[in-house]
């Protein structure tokens, strides 16, 4: 079993790896896998956060260019705060170009963390990780027993907002700003899934291909990194189960 993710702040890779370790798969990045990945495991599992009720645009790109094995098993899970969206349905036309089609689809209630919108709710923290722990070993068992979820429906509304958003991502990192605490200590670097910072005389520059993932902002252990006068003074968020280390 492969198990491919895309992470910003923890909560999928946190799940895909429990998936992996319980079922005996092998969990990896979407960013170091690269496109047009071939797959030839009898299941094959996405796990992502759900971006504007849709999917991040990385994993889009990936899901439309990776080659599977044909009548594999395949399953999707959305790490979100509330709603998939319109995910699932996207992931089943990106599958379609090839003949294939999700088997299984199921949302996790995680930790909602997009900082430019909200501020992220730390309250109750530990129940809240604990009830998407139970809920994941549920879904754990639905795929091993490969159970199938009902006929997926796209919603044009969901998908329409989405796209109108999503077009607009890759330049967003426009409005990121960087403080003098700043200690070019390059971790917004290494945790970035599009590859998109790169450090310019010990600062960190934006490349304009940016994902939306808040991985920046989160882990900076100065909170040197901000976005347009509104995240400085909320909280920052990243799975506690998971070590910048281990990003992408």
């Not at 902002?217 to 909280?235: D, F, M, V």
Request: with cysteine; glycine share 8%; net charge positive.
């Amino acid at each position: 079993m492969q198990i491919y993710y895309f992470t910003g702040t923890g909560n999928s890779l946190k799940a895909a790896l429990d998936i992996a370790g319980a079922l005996g798969g092998e969990a990896a990045s979407m960013s170091k896998t690269g496109l047009g990945a071939t797959c030839l495991d009898d299941a094959v599992g996405f796990v992502f956060p759900v971006y504007s009720q849709g999917l991040p645009n990385m994993v889009h790109r990936f899901i439309e260019s990776i080659s599977l094995k044909a009548g594999a098993y395949i399953f999707a899970v959305a790490t979100c705060g509330m709603s998939s969206g319109n995910s699932f349905a996207e992931i089943n036309s990106a599958l379609a170009k090839q003949g294939a089609r999700l088997s299984y689809a199921s949302k996790l209630k995680t930790v909602a963390n997009y900082i430019v919108g909200y501020n992220p709710s730390l309250r109750n923290l530990e129940i809240k990780l604990a009830k998407a722990d139970t809920d994941l070993a549920r879904i754990i068992s639905d795929i091993k027993e490969r159970k199938e979820s009902k006929a997926i429906r796209p919603s044009i509304v969901l998908s329409a907002m989405h796209n109108r958003q999503a077009l607009g991502f890759a330049e967003k990192d426009k409005g990121y700003t960087v403080s003098e605490e700043c200690n070019s200590c390059a971790v917004c670097s290494s945790v970035c899934p599009a590859g998109n910072i790169k450090m310019v005389d010990g600062l960190p520059e934006f490349g304009h291909k940016c994902e939306q993932c808040m991985a920046c902002i989160h882990w900076c252990p100065l909170k040197a990194i901000n976005y347009q006068g509104k995240t400085e003074s909320r909280n920052r968020y990243t799975h506690p189960a998971i070590k910048a280390s281990q990003l992408p």
